[in-house]
């Protein structure tokens, strides 16, 4: 059972920055009050937005963020479900979204979709639609079941059966299928080519029987030309390299000139800053005749003699920067020189690289081949075109195999796709709870006093029956009648989700469904249906009807507005 521990939110629509919690296993019923505006109803936000990312009523995201403080909305959420701890964070401005399993943070995927997909089918196993249908029912944003479409209706019935793995067999499958059909096509041409190939090298073969002498000739006299080559570049190799040699030992002292460029370039930034320093120093003593800190008068000696002082240094700095320029641009020249070297040697080694070892390397391929071939065409063994003849109608064989067995995996994937169709396995077992969800919808609809026969068919279309035989629809009852069947409808869920152990979970929510269209009497049924709740149930019904219901609570959590903020008043 996914049991729901508590929800906590802020900066959500209406409430501030300090954390609103609510616990929701603490009681099996709450009554959760206010009046219009103070707040009660983001609870529904708060959970669908933690969940799934979305507002459970019809706005944008964006507009959950409390328009006066403008940021740093955070929703945590905690749950338990198969005897494992999670939590999970949720915020916009800035953007989080974190899964922690037992404490410890789930590895995030690069998309949070993939993220969100991992926490609807591998945790939760119930998508947003299925949530709202199991858990909450009531508001106005939320859409019954029986104003679903047929598809949806199908999804959500699939996640109470915990049935959606044949839909999701069921795409895997048409990936398989497709991939199949690749494959036997691949295989076809490959087949194909095989026997053209193989065509080739007959032909081929022919024609090197009759050239042998001919390319034996021709070869040996090509080598020749080849050897002298080499030897020829090799010569040119060994004079450039001399000529590398002898630049480098005009550089030995590069990394001296580097260094020494280095020192006196800090040397002149430091004398740079004591000459800056010294200005001050002089400029502060020509501009001021007492002390701005203490207000005293600086005596016209002090203030002499400190100038003095301060010019005599600017003067050997001055001096000094000099002769320390004078050594950097001869260091630098030298540099430069060494530059000009250090370009001459990569020239050089560039044309041994790139053009006279190239040369030599593939003079060297060309001989090795030319010596292959004759090696080929004088021997007696087995030639390369009879090997390869006979991998060819090795791999032929192969592919003949690979061909039965795709073609088997064809007639494989046909038959699983009859099963899998909706038509298929899945129907056979909706078929079988069908029955089963109508008893339950009509024995719920009976406890409050509503007598009409209800049938759902296996497409989830609805018949109903009145008394007298009257045939309806959904939409032939008053809004009350409507909430009752709602109402059966969501206990009907919650009861095949328990006996499936599916979506079975143990939060359930009414959104001011006493006050709307339930009468006194409604009012009174639906109390005796959540006191006969399971044990583990914790149901939470909103309203603004505090008054009127109070009593019939085991805990009341009350919504205000305190300095336009929502809070739980204590």
């Given at each position: 059972m996914l049991k729901f521990k508590s929800v906590r939110w802020k900066n959500?629509?209406?409430?501030?920055?300090?954390?609103?919690?609510?616990?929701?296993?603490?009681?099996?019923?709450?009554?959760?009050?206010?009046?219009?505006?103070?707040?009660?109803?983001?609870?529904?936000?708060?959970?669908?937005?933690?969940?799934?990312?979305?507002?459970?009523?019809?706005?944008?995201?964006?507009?959950?963020?409390?328009?006066?403080?403008?940021?740093?909305?955070?929703?945590?959420?905690?749950?338990?479900?198969?005897?494992?701890?999670?939590?999970?964070?949720?915020?916009?401005?800035?953007?989080?979204?974190?899964?922690?399993?037992?404490?410890?943070l789930l590895d995030q995927d690069a998309a949070s979709r993939d993220y969100q997909e991992y926490l609807e089918k591998n945790i939760l196993r119930m998508n947003m639609k299925s949530f709202t249908q199991i858990v909450i029912l009531g508001s106005s944003s939320f859409v019954p079941f029986m104003q679903l479409p047929a598809g949806i209706r199908?999804?959500?019935?699939?996640?109470?059966?915990?049935?959606?793995?044949?839909?999701?067999?069921?795409v895997l499958?048409?990936?398989?299928?497709?991939?199949?059909?690749?494959?036997?096509?691949?295989?076809?041409n490959e087949i194909q080519n095989s026997v053209d190939i193989l065509e080739l090298h007959?032909?081929?073969k022919k024609k090197n029987s009759e050239k042998k002498n001919e390319l034996v000739i021709i070869s040996n006299q090509r080598i020749s030309e080849l050897q002298f080559n080499i030897n020829r570049a090799n010569e040119e190799i060994a004079v450039v390299q001399s000529d590398i040699d002898n630049l480098l030992i005009d550089i030995e002292d590069e990394s001296k000139v580097i260094n020494r460029i280095s020192k006196i370039e800090s040397l002149e930034n430091d004398l740079e800053s004591t000459k800056t320093k010294a200005k001050k120093t002089i400029k502060f003593y020509e501009e001021h005749d007492n002390c701005p800190t203490c207000t005293q008068t600086i005596d016209a000696l002090i203030k002499s003699r400190k100038i003095e002082e301060r010019q005599s240094a600017l003067d050997k700095i001055s001096d000094a920067l000099i002769v320390l320029g004078k050594e950097l641009s001869e260091t630098q020249n030298r540099y430069q020189e060494i530059s000009k070297i250090n370009r001459d040697i990569k020239d050089k080694q560039y044309r041994i690289t790139n053009a006279l070892s190239a040369s030599v390397l593939t003079d060297q391929r060309e001989i090795s081949i030319l010596q292959k071939q004759i090696s080929d065409t004088t021997t007696d063994k087995e030639t390369e075109t009879d090997i390869e003849i006979h991998q060819i109608e090795n791999r032929l064989s192969e592919l003949r195999l690979i061909k039965e067995q795709l073609l088997h995996k064809k007639e494989l994937y046909e038959l699983a796709g009859i099963i899998l169709?909706?038509?298929?396995?899945?129907?056979?077992?909706?078929?079988?709870?069908?029955?089963?969800?109508?008893?339950?919808?009509?024995?719920?609809?009976a406890s409050m006093d509503f007598f009409v026969k209800f049938q759902l068919n296996e497409s989830f279309e609805e018949t109903i029956l009145s008394r007298h035989r009257d045939d309806f629809t959904y939409d032939s009852f008053s809004e009350g009648e409507k909430q009752k069947i709602d109402l059966a409808l969501l206990f009907t869920w919650r009861t095949i989700a328990r006996m499936k152990n599916s979506a079975h979970t143990n939060l359930l929510i009414l959104d001011e469904i006493f006050d709307s269209s339930l009468d006194n009497s409604g009012t009174e049924m639906v109390m005796t249906l959540l006191n006969e709740l399971p044990e583990g149930q914790n149901a939470f019904i909103i309203s603004h009807k505090g008054d009127l219901l109070n009593d019939k609570f085991r805990s009341v959590i009350k919504f205000m507005k305190k300095n336009n903020y929502s809070v739980i008043s204590n």
């Amino acid at each position: 059972m996914l049991k729901f521990k508590s929800v906590r939110w802020k900066n959500l629509l209406s409430t501030g920055s300090s954390f609103t919690e609510i616990l929701l296993d603490r009681n099996t019923n709450t009554l959760v009050v206010g009046e219009n505006g103070a707040g009660k109803s983001s609870v529904l936000d708060a959970l669908c937005f933690v969940l799934y990312g979305k507002p459970f009523r019809k706005i944008k995201k964006d507009q959950l963020i409390n328009s006066i403080n403008g940021r740093d909305v955070v929703v945590e959420i905690e749950f338990e479900i198969y005897n494992k701890k999670y939590k999970i964070i949720r915020g916009i401005k800035p953007t989080i979204f974190e899964i922690y399993q037992n404490d410890v943070l789930l590895d995030q995927d690069a998309a949070s979709r993939d993220y969100q997909e991992y926490l609807e089918k591998n945790i939760l196993r119930m998508n947003m639609k299925s949530f709202t249908q199991i858990v909450i029912l009531g508001s106005s944003s939320f859409v019954p079941f029986m104003q679903l479409p047929a598809g949806i209706r199908r999804e959500v019935i699939e996640d109470l059966l915990d049935i959606r793995i044949f839909s999701t067999m069921s795409v895997l499958l048409k990936d398989r299928v497709s991939s199949n059909k690749d494959d036997i096509l691949t295989n076809k041409n490959e087949i194909q080519n095989s026997v053209d190939i193989l065509e080739l090298h007959e032909k081929q073969k022919k024609k090197n029987s009759e050239k042998k002498n001919e390319l034996v000739i021709i070869s040996n006299q090509r080598i020749s030309e080849l050897q002298f080559n080499i030897n020829r570049a090799n010569e040119e190799i060994a004079v450039v390299q001399s000529d590398i040699d002898n630049l480098l030992i005009d550089i030995e002292d590069e990394s001296k000139v580097i260094n020494r460029i280095s020192k006196i370039e800090s040397l002149e930034n430091d004398l740079e800053s004591t000459k800056t320093k010294a200005k001050k120093t002089i400029k502060f003593y020509e501009e001021h005749d007492n002390c701005p800190t203490c207000t005293q008068t600086i005596d016209a000696l002090i203030k002499s003699r400190k100038i003095e002082e301060r010019q005599s240094a600017l003067d050997k700095i001055s001096d000094a920067l000099i002769v320390l320029g004078k050594e950097l641009s001869e260091t630098q020249n030298r540099y430069q020189e060494i530059s000009k070297i250090n370009r001459d040697i990569k020239d050089k080694q560039y044309r041994i690289t790139n053009a006279l070892s190239a040369s030599v390397l593939t003079d060297q391929r060309e001989i090795s081949i030319l010596q292959k071939q004759i090696s080929d065409t004088t021997t007696d063994k087995e030639t390369e075109t009879d090997i390869e003849i006979h991998q060819i109608e090795n791999r032929l064989s192969e592919l003949r195999l690979i061909k039965e067995q795709l073609l088997h995996k064809k007639e494989l994937y046909e038959l699983a796709g009859i099963i899998l169709r909706d038509g298929g396995i899945k129907s056979r077992i909706i078929k079988q709870y069908i029955p089963i969800m109508n008893s339950l919808i009509n024995k719920y609809l009976a406890s409050m006093d509503f007598f009409v026969k209800f049938q759902l068919n296996e497409s989830f279309e609805e018949t109903i029956l009145s008394r007298h035989r009257d045939d309806f629809t959904y939409d032939s009852f008053s809004e009350g009648e409507k909430q009752k069947i709602d109402l059966a409808l969501l206990f009907t869920w919650r009861t095949i989700a328990r006996m499936k152990n599916s979506a079975h979970t143990n939060l359930l929510i009414l959104d001011e469904i006493f006050d709307s269209s339930l009468d006194n009497s409604g009012t009174e049924m639906v109390m005796t249906l959540l006191n006969e709740l399971p044990e583990g149930q914790n149901a939470f019904i909103i309203s603004h009807k505090g008054d009127l219901l109070n009593d019939k609570f085991r805990s009341v959590i009350k919504f205000m507005k305190k300095n336009n903020y929502s809070v739980i008043s204590n």
